[in-house]
């Protein structure tokens, strides 16, 4: 059998990609494998969301040739291909700047890779397709397996609201919603395949508008009918455009996790502006409560951007008043990093790296120790939790809390990828430890 090896950069969605690409690889006789000297194949899924991405890429892709020139002498071919968002915004340069990239594709293209490396023919040139097709790729991906207990499911893809710093609407295209039936189906594959829980991605995921179902809200109720699955989660979600109707699936629905990532970016009106985010700090912290009421122990999570261009002292405090009031349960947060193509990246007024480094280092402490707050209140409860990767240790097991704490546990490989209730003996600010309850 023939075998390819994949890299992947970048976010939750990159990480659903490659598990579509393997799939469509493997019905071509390709098997995953992740010792590049094996492989026939060298795949980099990349990310261009912040700074730096192609420098990473042309390092990889060096390093990935070694193994290359190694298969080379024993007289093996091997195809280096390069998908993923930096693909979409500079696959031309990819081409021209690094005669070691065979084939190089979009992100909307990924479903025609077993075709291309089927044709593929260096003489005849090397392949970029970087276009939006009409027609959707999700039409031509074959039926998907679980590969653990825990699996992604793309609902939405491509944005719309255009934010001042972002790539996406440029690398992921306008916003398309699946129809339910798909969804429903590709998540009854999954579940046959030993999937117990789903995370529904979408770059978008709340405006999710596709046949079949009114909102996300509905999605979810008709995916929490299906059998076996145990539990549903949600990500990428944009403030204003939370439904009543999603929040509400939060108090009526058990197998809905206790979950929302809902990225405020910034806690001054004056910034969420310049970034065109349709909201003010109080409407989202208004939408917050609403998730509380509806769900009391729900736990938030955000993105935060510092240094957005004109950012002053006081922009940067009213963000961290919102943090202060909000509390939040995990976060990531990052240097406004400006990025070609954006309107932010040619805004006046662009902040010191030095002021930058400093803001984050204050925001990120007062996040940590709210992260350590709502971890060490979980010590002593019991809680179930998705055993699904073995630990670093012999008998040690990590799984996943409704709250996504990641937990640690001595128990042998036998309850891998089962739901068990432990109870919480520790914490750290960034994971728990328990015992069987
Ligand atoms: N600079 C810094 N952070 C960014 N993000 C997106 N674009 C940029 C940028 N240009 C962050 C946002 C987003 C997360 C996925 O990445 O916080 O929510
Ligand atoms: Fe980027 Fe804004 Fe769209 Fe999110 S909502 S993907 S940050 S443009």
Redesign the pocket.
């Known amino acids: 059998m023939k075998k390819i090896f994949i890299k992947t950069f970048g976010?939750q969605m990159n990480a659903y990609d490659s598990a579509r690409m393997r799939d469509a690889m493997f019905v071509h006789g390709y098997q995953e494998t992740n010792n590049p000297e094996q492989a026939d194949i060298l795949l980099l899924n990349t990310c261009h969301?912040?700074?730096k991405a192609s420098e990473k890429l042309f390092s990889e892709i060096g390093r990935l040739n070694e193994f290359k020139e190694k298969r080379k002498q024993e007289g093996k071919e091997t195809l280096i291909v390069v998908t993923g968002c930096v693909v979409q915004a500079e696959g031309d340069e990819i081409l021209k700047r690094s005669h070691l990239v065979d084939i190089a594709l979009g992100p909307q293209n990924y479903h025609r890779l077993p075709e291309l490396v089927a044709s593929y023919n260096r003489k005849k040139g090397r392949v970029l397709l970087a276009d939006f097709p009409a027609d959707s790729k999700f039409d031509y991906l074959p039926k998907t397996k679980a590969t653990s207990a825990t699996a992604f499911l793309a609902v939405q893809e491509g944005c719309d609201n255009f934010?001042t710093?972002?790539?996406?609407p440029y690398t992921r295209g306008c916003e398309y919603s699946r129809p339910a039936s798909d969804i429903i189906q590709e998540a009854k594959d999954l579940v046959a395949t030993g999937a117990k829980e789903i995370m529904l991605l979408g770059q978008n995921v709340n405006c999710w508008h596709g046949q079949g179902a009114s909102d996300l809200g509905d999605l979810i109720r008709q995916l929490a009918l299906i059998e076996g699955l145990d539990r549903i989660r949600y990500t990428?979600s944009y403030p204003s455009k939370i439904t009543q109707n999603l929040i509400e699936a939060h108090k009526d629905l058990e197998k809905l996790m206790p979950y929302i990532h809902l990225?405020i970016?910034s806690g001054s009106d004056k910034i969420l502006k310049a970034m065109n985010r349709q909201y003010t700090a109080k409407g989202y912290e208004e939408i917050v409560a609403s998730f509380r009421k509806a769900r009391p122990d729900i736990a938030v999570s955000s993105?935060?951007?510092v240094g957005f261009p004109g950012e002053t002292d006081d922009d940067f405090q009213e963000t961290m008043e919102v943090v202060k009031r909000v509390r939040y349960a995990s976060s990531?947060?990052?240097?406004?990093?400006?990025?070609p193509g954006?309107p932010?990246s040619i805004m006046k007024n662009q902040v010191a790296e030095d002021v930058k480094t400093k803001r984050l280092m204050i925001l990120q402490k007062e996040l940590m120790e709210q992260q350590q707050e709502f971890n060490s209140n979980t010590v002593g409860k019991i809680l179930p939790v998705l055993l699904t990767e073995k630990g670093k240790k012999e008998g040690q097991l990590v799984g996943y809390t409704p709250y996504l704490q990641g937990t640690h546990v001595s128990l042998p490989d036998s309850f891998l990828n089962k739901i068990v209730m432990l109870k919480i003996t520790k914490a750290s600010a960034t994971s728990l430890t328990g015992v069987e309850a």
Do not use: L
Not at 165 to 168: A, D, K, R, T
Not at 332 to 339: A, Q
């Open positions: 976010c969301i912040r700074e934010c710093y972002c790539v996406v990428t990225p970016q993105d935060f951007i990531f947060s990052f240097k406004y990093s400006p990025r954006t932010a």
